[in-house]
């Protein structure tokens, strides 16, 4: 039997940090939305006995170290199986983006390897087997814009958003999470952003972009405050880093615009561009 799943990257449209828990983890308040662009992941089951994990062009941790093999071997034990699974990842999404790109892809098999083996585990056991392999996995489980609290793993459904469009602009280099994190010098919070019942424009929208992690990365990389500049200049109503970026994205009242400026970014030798709309 062969499957095949979308694993959806994701942006957050706002990022607070409440502060640092004693298990280490930083305490999160996020409005999460996933978007169009996704990898590819195709999910086979096979007589003989053994579990591998594939992803081009991407260099994987050994064994079931890798985060979509372990979500694999967490169903075939929940399942009780003996029989071999066989994972290929075809990669869209850039890796240490902040885009959830590695997350999104355990998610896809936690969720669709589940699926292909007559559910052993129920949605609740999911999120909360989803949070011990990731923060961000249990948002890509829940599978809808999402108020997010905790590190990540209280999830709330978010109220309807306006119908918008995304640029995403990657400067082509990679950013370490926990080298942001670490470099984070956390003061006293200050306001978290209230989510209104409704949005009544794209721009009441752009008004709620936040990151308090965006002060970190451009610290060590200026070019995403170069990014920033550009898609504002480029006609986007706001403009934000994704997690802990460096990927950054523009927010667009109508897929014209977002074309536009995607048109025009695209110049950039060094930067993948992608002009992306939410997912429902």
């Not at 990898?39 to 994987?60: K, M, Q, S």
């Not at 999104?104 to 087997?129: F, I, K």
């Not at 948002?139 to 958003?161: C, M, N, S």
């Not at 934000?240 to 950054?248: D, E, I, K, N």
Request: charged share 20%.
């Amino acid at each position: 039997m062969e499957r095949v799943f979308s694993a959806p990257a994701k942006i957050n449209l706002c990022l607070h940090v409440l502060g640092k828990r004693p298990d280490g983890y930083h305490e999160l308040c996020m409005l999460m939305q996933r978007v169009s662009l996704a990898d590819r992941v195709t999910i086979r089951l096979n007589d003989a006995p053994g579990l591998v994990v594939e992803c081009p062009g991407l260099d994987l941790a050994e064994n079931e170290q890798n985060i979509a093999a372990r979500a694999a071997r967490l169903v075939m034990d929940a399942a009780g199986r003996t029989d071999g699974v066989a994972v290929h990842i075809d990669k869209r999404i850039p890796v240490a983006a902040g885009l959830g790109g590695g997350s999104s892809d355990a998610a896809a098999v936690l969720v669709g390897l589940n699926e292909m083996l007559g559910a052993p585990l129920s949605r609740a056991d999911l999120l909360r087997e989803g949070a011990r392999l990731g923060a961000d996995v249990p948002f890509f489980v829940f599978g809808e814009t999402a108020w997010a609290t905790g590190i990540g793993d209280r999830l709330v459904k978010a109220p309807p958003l306006p119908r918008v469009w995304y640029v995403l602009v990657n400067p082509g280099f990679a950013v370490s999470t926990a080298w942001v994190y670490g470099n984070l010098r956390l003061t006293s919070p200050g306001g978290v952003a209230k989510l209104p019942e409704f949005f009544a424009s794209p721009r009441d929208l752009a008004g709620l972009l936040h990151n308090d992690l965006e002060s970190v990365t451009i610290g060590g990389h200026p070019q995403v405050a170069e990014i920033k500049s550009a898609l504002m200049g480029a006609g986007a109503l706001g403009a934000l880093m994704s997690g802990s970026g460096p990927t950054v994205f523009g927010l667009f009242a109508d897929e014209a615009g977002a074309q536009r400026a995607g048109a025009a970014l695209a110049s950039r030798a060094d930067w993948r561009v992608f002009q992306v709309h939410p997912l429902a």
